[in-house]
Structures are given as structure tokens and as C-alpha cells.
């Protein structure tokens, strides 16, 4: 879009936009689950007439289509890259944290919720950070039967460190790969 001196008071208004994030009211617990209670639910046998359009291919996409699909939805997804794993997402070396707290060292959703809105410079969206907290084990077992190779202890259970300063070992990681085994799990 062209923004010459002429246009612009005119396309600064035709790009003006509000940001509504839609989040659902209620105490901020509960706020999610309530909305997934509300949903209306789809018989397993109808699903295959739903067509659902993801964009990208990302971990979010990727996920989102990997599992809708698993559920029996017809689902096409797109991304501008040359190849589907190709997204950002395979820059992420670090790991992904959940709340299992495995190593016993005190961790719990509310403790997740915490660092994650301190981690994101209080900028983000308090509820959605919340539901993350909320699902985040779900996610780890979710990624497990996508065959995602998350290191193990001899014991044979998953690793955890501790990542980003925070003071308990809740990250799941393949090495310094996890981003690029998250895509290759949900392709
Ligand atoms: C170097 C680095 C390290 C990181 N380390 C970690 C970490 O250790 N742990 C952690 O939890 N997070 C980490 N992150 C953050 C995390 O990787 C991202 O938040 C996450 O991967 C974003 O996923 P996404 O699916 O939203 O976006 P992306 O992976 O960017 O995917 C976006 C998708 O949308 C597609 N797309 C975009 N525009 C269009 C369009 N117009 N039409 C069609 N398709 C389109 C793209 O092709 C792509 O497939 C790291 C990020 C970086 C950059």
C-alpha cells in the first residue's frame, strides 16, 4: 500500500482497526474452560463434513491441523513457504514448558502463569497465558504420541531442565532441536 502525503489521512483510516482479542468473560480460572463448555459439540461420525482452512504451518497451525485432523475434520492447510517446515517455529531451540513438575520442585500452574506474564514484560494477554498454563501438560503428552523424541532420563521418564532464569525445571527439550522435532511431530 502507498502512503504518499495525498492518502494518507485516508488510508490511516481505512487500516485503522480494533485489536479484540475476544476473550471470554469470567474469572480469569475459569474463562476458557467456561467458553469450551458453551460450545456446541460435534458428533465423531459428522466431523468429515466440516472443511477446516488452517493458515500456516507453524507449530500453531501445525498442531491445530495435525489434531483436528486426528479428530476426523477434513482440513487443508496453507503456508507461503517452500515446504511445510520451513516456519519460524524451527528456530526454537530452547524447549517447551509444562507444569508437570516431574523433578518435584514445587511447580504448578499458577506458577507457570506467573513466570510466563513476568517472561513476556507483563505485555501479554493475562487469560490466554493462563490457558496456556492450564493445557501445557496436555501439550507435552500431545507432542509424546506425535512421536516427538523429547530427551529421557535413564529411568525412562521425560527430562526436564530449567530455561529462561526461571527458578524450577519444567522445560521438555530434544536437545537443541526441540522447535524443528515439534514441526516434524505434527507433519
Ligand atoms: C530463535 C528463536 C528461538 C526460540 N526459542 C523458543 C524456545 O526455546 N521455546 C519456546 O517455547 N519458544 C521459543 N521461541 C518462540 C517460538 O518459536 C514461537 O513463538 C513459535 O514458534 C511461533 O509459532 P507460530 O506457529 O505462531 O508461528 P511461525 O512458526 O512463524 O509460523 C507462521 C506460519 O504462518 C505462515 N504464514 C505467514 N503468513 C502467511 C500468509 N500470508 N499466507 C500463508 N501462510 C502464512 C508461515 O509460512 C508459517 O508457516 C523462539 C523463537 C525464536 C525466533
Redesign the pocket.
Known sequence: MWLGWTRFDRDVEEISMTLNANIPPGPLADKWDRRRAELKSVKASDRDQYRILV?????????AAATLAEQGFSVDV????DS?R????????????AAKNYPKDGDSVERLFTDTIKGGDFRAREANVYRLAQVSNAIIDQCVAQGVPFAREYDGYLANRS??GVKVRR?F?ARGQ??QQL?LGAY
Do not use: K, M, P
Open positions: 493458515v500456516g504451518t507453524g507449530l500453531a497451525g501445525a498442531s496453507f503456508c507461503y513457504h511445510a520451513r516456519a519460524h517455529s524451527i528456530a526454537a531451540q530452547g524447549g517447551i514448558n530455561f529462561g522445560t527439550y526441540t522447535g514441526l
